[in-house]
Structure formats: C-alpha cells, structure tokens
C-alpha cells in the first residue's frame, strides 16, 4: 500500500536555529498537509497545500513558518528560527484531489522535532 | 463549546466486549467526518469515514446525528489490537480541508 515517509524521524535542533523537515506524499495525491502534535495533547493543523500555494493555515502557522515543494516529489516544512514550544510531533499527509472535500487525509509516521 | 470534543476515557473492556464511544462538534455545517486511531506515539490513521446514513467496516459501525451534532464509534468484539486512542475527526467548514482532531479516547482492550 502506498504511503507518505518523512524524514528524518527524529531532529534535535539548538534554539533559533532553522530546521526543515521533509516529507514524500503518496504519488497520485495532490493535497499535502503539515500537522503538529505536542507531547500529551491533540492533533493541530498547520498548512494545506495544492498547486504549488498554500491554501488553508492556521494561527500556528506564522512568518516563522514556510512550505515549499522543491520538485516533483518532496514536500518540506521549514521553521525559520525555532522556539523552545516549536517541539512536537510534525505529521505530513496528503490526499487525492476530488471536488469534495470529503477524501481522507493519509499521514506520515512523523518528525518528532526536540528544541533544546 | 470545544470544536470537537470527546471523553478522553480510558475505556477498559475485556476482550470481546461491545464498546461505544461519542464525539460532539460545534458547527452545524460541517459535511466530512472521520474517525482514525492512533496508538502510542504514532501516526493518526484512517479508521473509516462516517457519512450520513451511518456505515459499517467488520467489527465497527459509525454513525452521524446531524440534528444532535455528534457522532459515534460502535466496536464489536473487542480484541486487544484495539487498545488505541480513538480519534474524531471533523471537517468543521464547508469548502475546507483542514482536519480539527478531537483530543481522542483512548481504549485498553484487556483479556
């Protein structure tokens, strides 16, 4: 079965550094999506991407924030100068391009990102 | 009122067992609703979507209120692969894509 892979699996990453975290999407999808989860609490969206531009975000995503599809296949996340609460789980997924908006979202097994 | 909220449990049933869980949502126009499971420190994945005439997958059946805003997960003969945290999942605007996660519920499955 087809699936979403991240890399890496686990970034530690010194205060006010940048990080960028990468994503593979499922080759016939067209959506791709970053969500955050911090340790104890739930799943947070971030970004929606289609078309080569973001189409949803969130409050979370701010001017530290940035995605980008380098080339055909990759899909990254970059945090500009991480912050100590920038630490959590970081999920890609993405989904099939439908009219509705009802097509399941498919996530990546994660980037745990620990800001020291 | 939360977004989507859900008793976060735990659940502790003995194999074998029926167990059933709800889920509320607070805007009325939502239109895709989904449940996932996750287990420790994983990946949210797909259990099943939930559509209006309520759905079965084997061993599990979702139903939607529309009139109530809630939605339940019906698990029939538990086994102990169940122990997860079960998540609702809601696309709260029409037009949208984001997905707004309920803090989940989570299910031990004991023999």
């Known amino acids: 079965e087809p699936e979403v892979t991240q890399t890496p699996s686990h970034q530690v990453t010194q205060m006010g550094q940048e990080v960028i975290l990468r994503c593979v999407p499922i080759s016939n999808h067209l959506y791709f999506y970053w969500y955050r989860q911090i340790l104890g609490q739930k799943v947070e969206f971030l970004v929606s991407f289609y078309n080569n531009e973001i189409s949803e975000k969130s409050e979370i995503f701010d001017d530290q924030f940035s995605v980008e599809r380098p080339d055909g296949s990759n899909f990254t996340l970059k945090i500009r100068s991480t912050k100590l609460e920038d630490s959590a789980m970081y999920f890609c997924a993405s989904s099939e391009l439908q009219a509705n908006s009802n097509q399941p979202q498919h996530f990546g097994d994660g980037t745990r990102l620990s800001i020291l | 009122r939360k977004e989507v909220e859900q008793d976060p449990g735990p659940f502790n049933v003995p194999e074998g067992a029926t167990v059933a869980f709800n889920c509320t949502y607070s805007?009325?126009?939502?239109?895709?609703f989904f449940w996932y499971r996750q287990d420790c420190r994983k990946e949210p994945k797909l259990l099943m979507s939930v559509y209006s005439s309520g759905n079965e997958d084997g061993r599990f059946t979702a139903q939607l209120n529309r009139a109530s805003q809630y939605i339940s997960l019906l698990i029939r003969d538990s086994k102990l692969s169940d122990s997860a945290t079960y998540l609702c999942?809601?696309?709260?605007?029409?037009?949208?894509?984001?997905?707004?996660f309920g803090s989940g519920t989570r299910l031990q499955v004991q023999p």
């Open positions: 999942v809601v696309i709260l605007d029409t037009g949208r894509r984001a997905l707004t």
């Open positions: 805007n009325s126009a939502s239109q895709s």
